[in-house]
């Protein structure tokens, strides 16, 4: 779909270096390398998703600027994000932007908290993305530039800068490549993530994770006791949710294949897995310093049974299946709370009505 670029023209370096300085300098680079944004490079990205240029995918805070299809392009092109991928990366703006998602408390938190991409369906093949061994990063492909791409907007249009628009204390390195990865759900005994989520077909669904984490469990003897281990690992004293301020969240947590099919033996129904992972998410009362036990008596956290609950109910957990088969290893990949996860169709017609 051609139409008009409205972006100011400026001249810039053509050699990559070059135009790496000086877009560092102009306040539009992550650091790492960067490609002139031509506006033939720029035309090809827009052409390839789809959508007028003009279409505004969503506001973005803290700026509260419409994100247009062109704003994406642009810096899909300098990210070195491919241009088959802009469908997915269309849908991963407008699910960013949904208001559930509260991308700007993630974006002004003293917190670490970076979007996180799942994807489901066919695009996971189409686009190139992981799904078996190192799923979470480290396999080569695009993956690792889509993922910039999206920061790049969240930079360059959202207006998430360290130190002036966001005051996170550490931030991460999911901050600069973001967390893009797929389910293998060829290997998935239970449906995908997007149609749990109610959107068949190809999606993607976002979280606001604060980075990833593994967890070892060498033995792995049943279901039960991967999600023990899994459960009693998500609720560690210093998750988000844990402190006494934080209102509700929604965990993360992938299971590699040999895993998932144990677990499935014991638990064939993906909500019973999540009641698994709500009833070990608890720590008691006591293991807390006694300086919290007030502060957590006060904002009623402290359940009957005298436990400090991760999460409110079952639904507050999400499992995927990816990774590689060699087991022993679980991931989790801890909430930041106060927002909830926004999936979306690939197909923009449905966006108004998607979760």
Known sequence: MTSSLVSERIEV???IAEFSKDALARGWSDGLPLIPPTEERVQAHIEAAGLDAQHVLGVLYPSGVSCTVEQLAVNAVMAGAPANAMPLMAASISAIA???????GINATTASVVPA??????VRDTVGLPYKHSAFG?????APAIGRALRLVIRNVAGQVAGLSSESVFGQPGRVTGIVTAEWIEESPWPSL??????KGDSVTVFGVLGSANILNSYGSSGSEILEVIGKSLCYMGNNNMDHSAQFAHQLVSLNPVWARIVAREFPKMEDVQEQLYIHS????ENFPVSLHRPLEEANDIRPDGKVYLMDTPDD??????GGKGSLHGCMLPAMSNMLPVTRSLDPATWQSSR
Do not use: H, T
């Open 98 to 104: 949904d208001p559930a998602f509260d991308l700007a």
């Open 117 to 122: 991409f799942i994807v489901s369906g066919e």
């Open 194 to 199: 997007g149609e749990r989520r109610g959107v």
């Open 13 to 15: 370096p053509d050699d």
């Open 138 to 142: 480290g396999q080569a492909g695009p």
């Open 282 to 285: 608890a720590v008691p009362i």
């Open 317 to 322: 957990v999400s499992v995927i299946v990816n």
